[in-house]
């Protein structure tokens, strides 16, 4: 398997975004973790204090033979709302701000290309930041695969639930 890539996706709370992509075929793993901050090493409350310039992110495996970085950014951009600046709903701060971290040149291009055309969808402005991939670190283990472990807890059930919902209606060909 070494023709594996990496995507980063930071769109609100991980939990959500790190449900979906694991059920997606061809993503052969998936971390919650940090990105694109100032703090080494930093740990869920400093992300949650808004002050180490993180956001909370999601970072994948996959294969590109079975699944396009294409694809995968189609799906991130159903899991969250591309036009609210530092923020998704009730979650507020730069940690849950809308970004692509891209790992090469192609990436970049491919996220600045289905920005671009998400904006045709929204009256809004689509603030999705597009930014090289700095160093990423993994959330604290309770993070990872958080909604299956912990499926009726209240955030869990009232506003993941339907996002997953939706992201298996409209892309049930390309799931596990």
């Not at 901050?37 to 079975?66: K, M, N, R, S, W």
């Not at 701060?93 to 045709?120: N, P, W």
Request: one cysteine or more; aromatic letters at 14%.
């Amino acid at each position: 398997m070494t023709n594996l890539q990496k995507a980063t996706f930071g769109g609100g709370c991980f939990w959500c975004i790190d449900a979906a992509f694991r059920q997606v075929n061809g993503v052969i793993e998936v971390r919650s973790g940090y990105c694109g901050g100032h703090t080494q090493q930093p740990t869920y409350q400093e992300i949650c204090q808004g002050d180490t310039g993180h956001a909370e992110v999601v970072e994948l495996l996959f294969d590109p033979q079975v699944i396009s970085y294409e694809q995968l950014l189609k799906m991130f951009f159903v899991l969250h709302d591309p036009t609210q600046l530092n923020r998704q709903g009730n979650d507020v701060g730069t940690q849950y701000r809308s970004v692509i971290f891209y790992h090469d040149e192609q990436q970049q291009q491919l996220a600045k290309d289905e920005v671009a055309m998400q904006q045709g969808y929204y009256s809004d402005e689509v603030v999705t930041e597009i930014s090289a991939a700095p160093a990423f670190y993994s959330a604290e283990s309770y993070h990872q695969d958080y909604y299956s472990n912990n499926p009726s807890q209240g955030y869990c059930s009232i506003l993941i639930a339907p996002k997953l919902a939706k992201f298996k209606t409209q892309f049930s060909s390309l799931l596990k």
